[in-house]
């Protein structure tokens, strides 16, 4: 990424909107623009879940996205946009609790770096979920669990 300021980032209890996240990773220098989505399932590991409750320490999560921008600047120098956003609160099944966008004049980049920015967000930033079973119940996720 040419410019710092090209990364754009949010955490928010407000719904994420798709649309808002692929505009502001287009350029017309991009090939390409990959946007990966996570959202809240109806189960994990075989035991249904009916809500995540996501809830953060938001100022060092804001500063470990900065972090992975650097990273992708280093690691993938043509990408021209980064953005990341993430919901915090309750959340029920269907919801985006994430989104990733990224620009790049090519689509390898661009897939490389969707796949880095997610895999760092999930093992390094300070955004823990709170699941809550079908049959009342409620645990909390481990912080590096990749699923």
Known sequence: MAEPNLAQFK???DRLSLDEAYQLADDQSNGAVVLMSGMVRNQTDGQLVVALDYQAYEPMALEVFGQIAIAIS???PSVTKLVIH?????????????I???????????????????????ADAPIWKHECWADGT??????NKTT
Request: glycine share 6%; with cysteine.
């Open 86 to 98: 993430h919901r915090l609160g309750y959340l029920t099944i269907g919801e985006v609790s994430v």
């Open 11 to 13: 955490i928010t209890r």
């Open 100 to 122: 990733i966008a990224v620009g790049s004049p090519h689509r390898a980049e661009a897939f490389a770096a969707c796949q880095y920015t997610i895999d760092r967000l999930k």
């Open 138 to 143: 409620q645990s909390w996720v481990s912080p």
């Open 74 to 76: 280093q690691n993938y």
